[in-house]
């Protein structure tokens, strides 16, 4: 079945370096792809999306390109903030439903 | 505007006992989902509704667990005779529509401890 595999945390970094999370799937057909942020003590928000392939997706300098050919959509920023910190979650939409990987947890010292 | 809203946002409950949980999805919003989030997971997709039927509840893990929603508006997830595996966050979000087209808004979820 369909599947999201995403790298184990905690990412631990200082304030203004370069984050890259990795995501990778599996799926039948062509899904939509996504990235969601759950700050502490919030719910679950979109951060970016994107659904064909080669599309880049961005939002709060974030950005994720999705790559048909390694099946992967890793999420990329310039320069990490201390309110950045949050989990991380790749997902993919197929049939109907969104399929979830298991998180990664980002933490940004200053 | 007023977002997705869950009730209770805390539940225990002991082993064998029936719980309600409840969902209030954003007026106008004609999909609904529910998600289950065990610890250190990402969420689960348990059901989704579009309007007052349940367009697809292949996620719900066994007979024990039922989802209604009467009125097109809020929804209701009813778990019977609860086992500890059961304990869990319990998200529920809504959109315009299909959630690949349409923005998915969550809920901030209910606590479920099976004691």
């Known amino acids: 079945g369909d599947s999201v595999t995403q790298m184990e945390g905690p990412v631990t970094l200082s304030e203004e370096a370069f984050l890259t999370i990795n995501c990778t799937y599996t799926?039948?057909?062509?899904?939509?792809l996504f990235w969601y942020v759950q700050y502490p003590g919030e719910g679950l928000q979109l951060l970016l999306k994107?659904?064909?392939?080669?599309d880049k997706g961005s939002n709060k300098g974030f950005e994720a390109t999705y790559r048909k050919e390694t099946t992967s959509f890793h999420l990329e920023k310039g320069s990490v903030q201390v309110s950045d910190s949050a989990v991380y979650f790749c997902?993919?939409?197929?049939?109907?439903?969104?399929?979830f990987g298991t998180g990664t947890r980002l933490q940004v010292f200053p | 505007g007023a977002g997705v809203s869950q009730t209770p946002s805390n539940k225990v409950t002991e082993k064998g006992k029936y719980v309600e949980l409840r969902c209030d999805p954003i007026?106008?919003?004609?999909?609904l989902y529910w998600y289950r989030q065990s610890l250190g997971q990402g969420p689960e997709f348990l059901i989704y509704?579009?309007?007052?039927?349940?367009?697809?509840d292949s996620g719900l893990p066994n007979d024990r667990f039922f989802a209604v929603r009467p009125e097109g508006s809020v929804s209701t997830l009813k778990i019977q005779r609860t086992e500890r595996g059961d304990s869990a966050v319990y998200l529920c979000a809504s959109s315009l529509g299909l959630a690949g087209v349409y923005e998915q808004y969550f809920g901030p979820g209910t606590r479920l401890t099976v004691t």
């Open positions: 509704f579009q309007g007052t039927g349940a367009a697809d």
């Open positions: 997902a993919l939409y197929n049939t109907d439903k969104l399929i």
């Open positions: 799926a039948t057909g062509y899904p939509s």
């Open positions: 007026s106008g919003h004609t999909a």
């Open positions: 994107a659904t064909k392939a080669d």
